[in-house]
């Protein structure tokens, strides 16, 4: 079956960085597409980055610039680079997989995902 596994995640200060890790297994890994998403405490889940299989890119406006997300086809893994972290970043990050790549708008919405990862933490102090 479909496994997901963040990795990564951690307590940094404002302005740093932190590269997240997605590993992926029990289907082929290049056929799907992927996204990351955060969820923060009483707030609703949101996609931040999603790539498709042609590496082709989409980033939410309050990322974009900051975070880089790529993949490795071949480890069959996901990263999500993530550079200039504010406070307000604090939340759960989670990777996820749709075998029917969404396009457009739905790239970064979390109904057009099947699979989801237990997720990683990520905490920015300030």
């Known amino acids: 079956q479909v496994q997901l596994v963040e990795s990564g995640g951690g307590s940094v200060q404002a302005g740093g960085s932190l590269r997240l890790s997605c590993a992926a297994s029990g289907y082929t890994y290049s056929s799907y597409c992927m996204g990351w998403f955060r969820q923060a405490p009483g707030k609703e889940r949101e996609g931040v980055a999603a790539i498709d299989n042609d590496d082709n890119t989409r980033y939410a406006d309050s990322v974009k610039g900051r975070f880089t997300i790529s993949q490795d086809n071949a480890k069959a893994t996901l990263y999500l680079q993530m550079n200039s972290l504010k406070p307000e970043e604090t939340a759960m990050y989670y990777c996820?997989?749709?075998?029917?790549?969404?396009?457009?708008?739905?790239?970064?919405?979390?109904?057009?995902?099947?699979?989801w990862g237990q997720g990683t933490q990520v905490t920015v102090s300030s």
């Open positions: 996820a997989a749709a075998p029917i790549c969404p396009v457009g708008y739905w790239a970064l919405a979390q109904r057009a995902y099947n699979y």
